[in-house]
């Protein structure tokens, strides 16, 4: 991987969570992964203890399963110009294992797994019937 200066004028990203990565310049690897437990009561009333362990729950503990490629892919770029030049940069959020590069990559291999429960005092679709 050919290394090149990048050159950002301003950027402004208003929010960066659960292992986002802003990253400004070359990197040869980025793996950002984030497990999401998140509740949802009808009446907010926690007692810091819902949940001990994340491996109750198979869906963070199963493998992810990746596309076959089925194919060789060969790929040859010329960089004319050894600077990568962005005027500006606005984002409002960056969340749950996302990535914002100017600069190359060699490999990046993100993962987000979240589990959303609601609990409600009496079923919300009850007058549905």
């Known amino acids: 991987m050919n290394s090149r200066s990048s050159l950002v004028n301003w950027i402004l990203v208003s929010s ?14 980025v793996t950002p992964e984030t497990k999401i437990y998140a509740l949802q009561r009808e009446l907010p009333i926690f007692n810091g203890n819902e949940v001990e362990d994340l ?13 076959l490629l089925t194919e060789n892919i060969e790929q040859c770029t ?26 190359s990559t060699r490999q990046i291999k993100t993962e987000a797994r979240v589990k959303h429960n609601r609990e409600y005092l009496s079923n919300p679709y009850d007058d549905e019937e």
């Open 78 to 103: 010329i960089h004319e110009n050894p600077i990568i030049k962005v005027g500006s940069i606005r984002v409002i959020g960056i969340a749950a294992s996302s990535v914002l590069q100017v600069g």
């Open 16 to 29: 960066v969570d659960s292992s986002a990565v802003v990253q400004i310049g070359d990197s040869n690897q």
């Open 55 to 67: 491996t109750e729950y198979p869906m963070f503990s199963q493998p992810l399963p990746l596309p």
